[in-house]
């Protein structure tokens, strides 16, 4: 009799260890389908530190193949996008510093147009565009709905391209 079949049939959870051990393969193959050889190992590791915590809270009924599949499916996209906030190597450094999107560098217009506008419309178009925060946490910081943040950043778009002097009425630089 296998400790799977011993467990469901006394209806107790098997220790920690034995579900690493039976279920690791797995994850691994998840991991590693969702990222590559590389960046699997990081997910796995992930997936089961996030996996024992949780354990213990675990009802003794639930698929725990299926539950761990989708931590490691979560604990991979979070490395995803863990990887693309990663610098890119490059050939050379430039020589200095350049003054893109430092406020009062070379575009002193477009950022006076920003601090132009309404607080809730700047804030929104700043954690949208600036920090790439999905709506729903806009949301949470400016306190209102996912479409009360994503009509505001639509409005700041709007009289952005309205008041900046760099766009045209179409909204493409010119």
Request: include cysteine; charge should be neutral; proline fraction near 7%.
């Amino acid at each position: 009799m296998s400790s799977r079949t011993v467990c469901s049939a006394m209806n107790t959870k098997q220790p920690f260890e034995a579900v690493v051990e039976l279920h690791s393969t797995t994850v691994l193959r998840v991991c590693r389908s969702l990222l590559g050889i590389h960046d699997a190992d990081d997910a796995w590791s992930e997936t089961f530190l996030a996996a024992m915590r949780a354990y213990p809270d675990l009802p003794e009924t639930a698929n725990v193949e299926a539950w761990l599949v989708t931590i490691a499916r979560r604990k991979s996209i979070d490395v995803h996008r863990a990887s693309k906030r990663n610098p890119l190597p490059v050939e050379e450094l430039p020589e200095a510093p350049t003054g893109l999107g430092v406020p009062g560098a070379d575009d002193t217009d477009l950022w006076r147009a920003v601090g132009g506008l309404p607080p809730k419309q700047r804030q929104a178009i700043t954690f949208r565009y600036l920090v790439g925060m999905p709506y729903a946490e806009i949301a949470a910081i400016l306190g209102g709905t996912v479409e009360a943040a994503r009509r505001a950043a639509a409005d700041g778009l709007k009289n952005l391209r309205r008041t900046y002097p760099g766009t045209n009425t179409e909204g493409a630089r010119s």
